[in-house]
């Protein structure tokens, strides 16, 4: 099983700030297939990058993703106050298809 | 588009059946999944589906209790859970894939999720 570590665990930043979120793999995740994840509380997840770098349907160009192999990124440009959430990372190149523990970014 | 239903206060060892409604895209187009989460905990994958029904994946922790299942011609997917156990209690989420016609095991629509609580 591939174990995703996150961090930090928190994030305090304001608005208008870069954000820059780390998602650390146990082994190395086939053609990095590797998707980030937005969630609000009392929302369902939503997806934000796939392919470790492929923005999905309507996510703002201010999120990007970068990375392969056991180490990738998701940046946040310039965070807007929406975007003040929990992050999770998750692979899809083997089963069981694993998430990381979360990354919360919260107004500093 | 997707809206689950059926979940509840169920005794250790029962079962439970969850359903999800899918409307605004071609359901028979897309493979199916469920995923889990504990309030304020993580998430994690429980099951998948093909769009034809001829591939269904299980998490090592369901494999043998839960079967998914789903109906094209009515746009609907089913998770019948048996053997229930309290580690089972979770908010549970119906999910889209986000590729055509393969399994690509992540998911572009999520429903709001049904909350199962497994106890005594």
């Known amino acids: 099983e591939i174990v995703l570590t996150q961090s930090p665990g928190t994030l305090s930043l304001s608005p208008g700030e870069r954000a820059t979120l780390t998602c650390r793999a146990s082994?190395?995740?086939?053609?990095?297939?590797l998707a980030w994840y937005q969630q609000k509380p009392g929302q369902a997840p939503r997806l934000l990058i796939f392919?470790?770098?492929t923005r999905a349907t309507g996510i703002p160009a201010r999120f990007s993703g970068s990375g392969s192999g056991t180490d990738f990124t998701l940046t946040i440009s310039r965070l807007e106050p929406e975007d003040f959430a929990v992050y999770y990372c998750q692979q899809y190149g083997g089963s069981p298809y694993t998430f990381g523990q979360g990354t919360k970014v919260e107004i500093k | 588009q997707l809206v689950e239903s059926g979940g509840g206060l169920v005794q250790p060892g029962r079962s439970l059946r969850l359903s999800c409604a899918a409307s605004?895209?071609?359901?028979?187009?897309?493979?199916m999944h469920w995923v889990r989460q504990v309030p304020g905990k993580g998430l994690e994958w429980v099951c998948s589906i093909s769009w034809n029904s001829g591939n269904r994946h299980y998490a090592d922790s369901v494999r043998g209790r839960f079967t998914i299942s789903r109906d094209n011609a009515k746009g609907s997917l089913h998770l019948q859970m048996d053997s229930l156990r309290a580690d089972d209690t979770a908010l549970y989420y119906c999910?889209?894939?986000?590729?055509?016609?393969?399994?690509?095991?992540?998911?572009?629509?999520w429903g709001h999720g049904t909350l199962v609580t497994v106890s005594s």
């Open positions: 392919g470790a770098s």
């Open positions: 999910a889209k894939d986000n590729d055509w016609g393969s399994l690509g095991y992540h998911f572009d629509c």
């Open positions: 082994q190395s995740v086939t053609s990095s297939f």
């Open positions: 605004g895209f071609t359901f028979d187009d897309y493979a």
